[in-house]
């Protein structure tokens, strides 16, 4: 019996993701349609199988939107909508870039101290949302969108500070990492030069790292609790401020982690062509992975595949490959609205459940006759 | 079985001036996990109070929600004034003339009587100077005695529920359905409120009227209509049955009582308060000087008009609010500073007065909310891990043991009734060897079966040796479970009654100050 709730359990856990997908599909050929444009043609180069070349884009991709939706995640696992993981992951990314830039340290040394500071940094700027709620109560909404612009100027401002200025260049990069303290890809995929991130493994260490200190430990249970009632918790004996200021810390100090696969294994500096709006995809991912770390992983991939497969779209079939941010727009959409019905059917079917498997037992007895 | 059923069952026409305005046949309404309503079939006659009783959990309040449009029956139809009415919403109601008073007021504290009475019925008078004509005349008609301009904020409970009764009748309503209309009055707002009731009877409307109370519903009701585990049981004129007729009806054959064997009360204080105040915001204090001690053995009940600081007192007790001044002590330990887990890790269980929002995580499996409120005590964790083993065999346990009745301890709290779900707290509470527990409104929303039981539970704490802090609203209850009893009145606790010899009338009384110092027999 226990075998059958899982089951369902799970079968509910892949209808929504799966509807939101449909949706999607049959949203983006309507616009299709009504744009003129051809339809067929569209999908046939959006699924068809890609090349060894852009399969080690998606996985490379995917392994960073992983981290920033991660990032994301633990906030939203205490209802803490942790919007500014974009700001977040830039201010660490840049403080790392600078320390390891220097190559004070020798190789893998240098690596892992430019980690820590990347995770410090991170932690830091999301802990300025976080003290502002528990001592002001302001909306870490309102704040982490602010320090987001906050991030971009400060990170362009003193980017000009430390640049090491190219003659000839309009590029501002922060001083080249040096080789010894480059972390190497794997040439996983055959056929293809190009390697994955050596720092999946990283992003695949944060991902089991969340799940165990979120479901195994009395700290996760303390912010599971929080996050689905936090008057609840309140009465349990959580303090609510405390988890608020942690989970912060925690959910800055994974956004501090985003932008190393990037910055260790393929820009080996932090400068004005850094990859924007990583955090916000990973808002999108979280959603669609419904928090859950193999979830994450799943919606990540299918992120980055659809960017990557967009990329041929203007070329082969004339159509702009932003309409990827339509298929992504939707599947966002749909996915909230899917899992929200797909809970409640799944709640009702459990209390029907619940119900049947009590009336087998001896119940109360029936009501005598009555009246007319 | 119960001699009256028969002699009671034919149909009672009391005081009818014409056919029935309301008839509900063979209502049925089904909710996962429960009948709620199973082939209720009665008929209200016009002009006349007609009350509907039955136990909490009975199935009273959907059967008028259905009646009121807000669910919709699985069978069954209602005839309104002699037709067929289909009622998908309040509005529809409202057009068939059903108006409801809910037992929770929705009024809103910062607009004027005019205001919150127009609201969502501009149409019908406007909202200016022919609304309050029609307020006045309304109010005027019916003895109601309220007035267009005054400030929610400013009335009494017994005032703001007639406003409530104004706004269904401004609407246009003839049948009015008033739901345990009573739970927030005291006995003295209750005789005004039945003066009000007679008034609407004798210009021809039509109330039906909720309740638990039997006492209130003889002396004001022209018929009775009792519902019992969701269905109609008998409708009996209340000329020619007793009280206690009524609550064998109601329950069946046996009379759950809430009353304690001998006393278990020993000179050994565990929780003992002194001057315990809370500021409040307004300058007045939320808690004034309480003292108060509780002994091993003891069931120290407070009574209390809602709102008058007992769920302030709670968390006080439970570290969630810092008191202004005085201190708590359990046993020799002085806990006014600690907080709540550690409150909760030095033996205080806790049952909150709110279930859904402060005991349980609705989406979480049972075994989790077992461990809700304990997560740092074994058997739930070794070190900084959860022990999941631990926790489920503990909730396999206490599930068993307490009667919880569920087909697996992974299924979520919500799917669980509201019965089972306060059964599983208490058994939480219970089990991790508590020495002090804090019991606010225990058996509040849940059906006889589960109150039965809770009660059982609170008397056994009280052989146990534990100290019980009960806080309810149901007055025999408290004076059935309590060896002491005290008036909780705007922060302030009375003196001493003794519940053998109190009665729910002296407790009113205190409850409202009218009585200062009447009845304090210790």
């Known amino acids: 019996m226990k075998a059958a709730l899982n089951l369902r359990k799970v079968g509910l856990g892949l209808a929504a993701p799966v509807l939101a997908i449909l949706v999607a599909f049959l949203v983006t050929s309507t616009v299709l349609l009504l744009a003129g444009d051809p339809v067929v043609a569209v999908w046939t180069q959006l699924l068809t199988v890609p090349r060894p070349r852009l399969v080690v884009a998606i996985i490379n991709g995917a392994s960073v939107y992983y981290l920033s939706a991660v990032a994301v995640a633990i906030g939203f696992r205490m209802n803490l909508f942790n919007i500014g993981v974009d700001g977040q992951y830039r201010v660490a990314a840049f403080a790392a870039a600078v320390f390891a830039g220097q190559g004070w340290l020798p190789g893998w040394l240098n690596i892992i101290v430019a980690l820590l500071i990347a995770v410090m940094a991170g932690g830091l700027w999301a802990g300025i949302a976080g003290w502002l709620k528990v001592t002001r109560g302001v909306s870490e909404v309102i704040s982490t969108i602010m320090l987001n612009a906050i991030a971009t100027g400060l990170v362009s401002f003193l980017l000009s500070k430390v640049a090491d200025s190219t003659a000839g260049s309009n590029v501002t990069n922060t001083k080249t990492i040096p080789a010894p303290s480059r972390v190497p890809g794997f040439a996983m995929i055959p056929g293809t030069p190009n390697k994955v991130y050596g720092f999946i493994l990283l992003a695949a260490l944060v991902g089991v790292a969340y799940w165990v200190v979120l479901n195994k430990t009395r700290f996760g249970f303390d912010l599971r609790a929080t996050g689905r009632s936090e008057t609840a918790a309140v009465a349990s004996g959580v303090s609510v401020k405390r988890m608020v200021l942690t989970a912060m810390l925690l959910s800055g100090a994974a956004a501090g982690l985003v932008g190393m696969p990037l910055l260790f294994g393929q820009d080996f500096s932090y400068g004005t062509t850094f990859q924007p709006g990583l955090g916000f995809a990973g808002i999108a991912i979280a959603l669609l992975g419904r928090n859950h770390p193999v979830g994450i992983a799943f919606g990540a991939l299918l992120w980055s595949y659809l960017e990557q497969q967009s990329n041929g779209l203007q070329i082969t079939v004339g159509v702009s490959s932003e309409l990827v941010f339509i298929i992504q727009g939707v599947i966002v959409l749909a996915v909230v609205i899917a899992y929200e019905v797909v809970r409640r059917a799944g709640l009702r079917m459990e209390q029907r459940h619940v119900a049947r498997q009590l009336s087998d037992q001896p119940g109360p007895s029936t009501p005598q006759g009555a009246s007319a | ?522």
């Open chain 2, 1 to 522: 079985m119960c001699a009256i059923t028969d002699s009671a069952h034919s149909e009672v026409d009391a005081g009818s001036a014409g056919g029935p305005a309301v008839e509900l046949r063979g209502i049925t309404k089904r909710y996962p996990g429960v009948v709620a309503n199973k082939d209720v079939s009665f008929s209200v006659q016009r002009g006349t109070v007609h009350a509907i009783v039955g136990e909490n959990g009975a199935g009273k309040s959907t059967l008028m929600k259905i009646l009121y449009g807000v669910q919709r029956a699985d069978e069954g139809t209602i005839l309104v004034n002699g037709a067929v009415v289909s009622l998908h919403s309040p509005s529809d109601a409202i057009e068939a003339g059903i108006g409801m008073v809910f037992q929770h007021f929705m009024l809103a504290d910062n607009l004027t009587v005019l205001e919150n009475v127009v609201l969502g019925a501009e149409k019908s008078h406007g909202i200016a100077d022919r609304a309050r004509a029609e307020i006045e005349r309304i109010s005027g008609e019916y003895g109601l005695d309220v007035h267009a301009d005054d400030l929610v904020a400013d009335l009494g409970v017994g005032k703001r529920q007639r406003v409530e009764i104004l706004k269904v009748l401004y609407r246009g309503a003839r049948i009015l359905i008033l739901d345990e209309p009573t739970a927030v009055l005291v006995p003295q707002e209750v005789d005004e409120l039945f003066d009000n009731l007679r008034e609407l009877k004798s210009e021809g409307l039509t109330v039906i009227f909720i309740s638990h109370k039997l006492d209130e519903v003889l002396s004001v009701a022209d018929s009775i209509t009792v519902i019992r585990r969701g269905t109609t049981v008998s409708t009996v004129d209340p000329k020619s049955v007793t009280s206690r007729q009524l609550a064998e009806l109601m329950v069946g054959s046996e009379l759950p009582s809430p009353s304690t064997e001998e006393s278990t009360v020993t000179d050994r204080p565990i929780l003992t308060i002194t001057d315990l105040t809370l500021a409040g915001a307004s300058g007045r204090d939320i808690l004034h000087d309480v003292n108060l001690t509780i002994h091993a053995g003891e069931v120290l009940g407070i009574a209390g008009v809602e709102g008058n600081g007992q769920a302030e007192l709670v968390e006080a007790i439970m570290g969630m609010r810092d008191p202004t001044a005085g201190r708590i002590l359990l046993e020799d330990s002085d806990i006014t500073d600690w907080h709540t887990r550690e409150i909760r890790e030095a033996g205080v269980g806790y049952i909150p007065e709110d279930r859904q929002r402060h005991a349980l995580l609705l989406d979480a499996p049972l075994w989790e909310n077992v461990m809700l409120g304990h997560q740092t005590q074994p058997p739930n964790v070794r070190g900084v891990w959860i022990d999941a083993a631990g926790a489920k065999a503990n909730t396999e346990r206490i599930a068993a043991e307490y009667d919880v009745r569920t087909p697996s301890i992974n299924v979520t709290a919500n799917s669980l009734s509201g019965g089972n779900q306060q059964k599983l707290i208490i058994a939480r509470e219970m089990s991790y060897a508590p020495r002090v527990l804090v019991a606010a409104h225990p058996t509040r929303g849940v059906d006889v079966g589960a109150q039965a039981a809770i009660w059982d539970q609170i008397k056994r704490a009280r052989r146990e040796g534990l100290a019980v802090l009960l806080i309810s609203a149901d007055l025999d209850e408290l004076i059935g479970l309590s060896d002491t009893i005290r008036v909780i009145l705007r922060g302030q606790l009375s003196g001493e009654f003794d519940p053998d010899v109190v009665t729910a009338e002296d407790l009113g009384s205190a409850m409202t100050g009218a009585g200062e110092g009447v009845g304090e027999v210790r």
